[in-house]
């Protein structure tokens, strides 16, 4: 009965690569759980590949930032299982480290402070790995960007309990921030990008680089926000002093 069964289930046909798109176009307009179910409805019929899954995962994990409870836990946990069976399926894909650095990244907000530098070091390690895969990957270099200037930006005493939970791996530097956020920059130009290349760049002491961000920023043609437009101006004063 169950090789009849696997038979079955390897005779599926493969999973449409557009379900996640769709998955996200049901989302905005009827909400995360209906874009989410459309997908389960979906995997019914077929056999879904790893780049399938690491997206699956990812719908997941925004799902589960709508919901700082219980429940909202509970998707993040979905959205692990996902990824995990992602990167199980294909160990070469940069796609499925990345959303594990990103799911890890959304469960430090939900955790201890103990446990915060172990769920910060793991993020490191599975953006590396996803960069190391893909070098042109710019979610990958995003996530590497923020882990390390935040944890650059942690005060000394908060910086040393990290050093011995974590035997002293990975250090961040904002000059490492600078240069993984303008990588992710260049490779999508995306203004949030430059926004952060300009923000570690002025707390590396790299005027010219910060100037220069701030400046791709300036003449990119996406709208700015009003708190964006803020930091700009935080920012060049900062330079201007």
Known sequence: MMGIV??????????DAADPDRAAEIRAVSGHEAGIRHLETRMRGCTPDAVYMARVANRWIEWSETDRGEAGARRLGTAFAWARRAATADPGLSLAQEILATAYGARIGR???????ALGDSVRIHA?????LDPRNPRAHHILGRWHFEVASLPW???????????????????????HFGE???LRND?????????????AGDQRQARLALDRLAAH?????????????????????
């Open 157 to 179: 005493y908060a910086s040393a309990a990290r050093a011995v939970l974590v035997k002293g791996e990975g250090a961040g530097t904002y000059a490492l921030a600078v240069r």
């Open 128 to 132: 590396e790995r996803a960069v190391r």
């Open 221 to 241: 043609p996406a709208p700015k926000s009003p708190a964006m437009q803020d930091e700009i101006r935080r920012l060049r004063r900062q330079l201007a002093r």
């Open 191 to 203: 203004p949030d990008d430059w926004l952060w290349t300009a923000r570690a760049a002025v707390a």
């Open 111 to 117: 955790s201890s402070l103990l446990t915060q530098a």
């Open 6 to 15: 696997l038979l079955l289930l390897l005779a599926l046909p493969p999973c």
């Open 184 to 186: 992710s920059a260049r």
